[in-house]
């Protein structure tokens, strides 16, 4: 069964950092692609960052503004999401999610990030 487990949410005064973890029970964690998204209160979940399974390479959302940075570290088959910079309009629940080359599809619990003005 596929897990993904989230970590590092919290609050944080506007201008501060946190780094979220996403730990997965992937076996083939190297050719799954990975994403952080987000849930804004009352809106849907849009899209944060990602990395390709093939390439590794990262794309970020323009709408994060260079503040965001996702990695991923195939041995320890975890991806994380570091933010600086926190505007109160950051406040969301972030999800990591995977989807195998099936097609699959799987969502962390998410965790919540409130950023204090």
């Known amino acids: 069964q596929v897990q993904l487990v989230e970590s590092g949410g919290g609050s944080v005064q506007a201008g501060g950092s946190l780094k979220l973890s996403c730990a997965a029970s992937?076996?083939?964690?190297?050719?799954?692609?990975m994403a952080w998204a987000r849930q804004l209160p009352g809106e849907e979940r849009e899209f944060v960052a990602s990395?390709?399974?093939?390439?590794?390479?990262?794309y970020t959302s323009n709408s994060m503004d260079g503040r965001f940075t996702m990695s991923r570290d195939t041995a320890k088959r975890t991806v994380d999401l570091q933010m600086n910079n926190l505007k109160p309009d950051d406040t969301a629940v972030y999800y990591c999610?995977?989807?195998?080359?099936?097609?699959?599809?799987?969502w962390g619990q998410g965790t919540q990030v409130t950023v204090s003005s």
């Open positions: 992937l076996d083939d964690f190297s050719s799954v692609y």
């Open positions: 999610y995977a989807k195998n080359r099936a097609g699959n599809i799987y």
């Open positions: 990395v390709n399974e093939d390439s590794g390479n990262i």
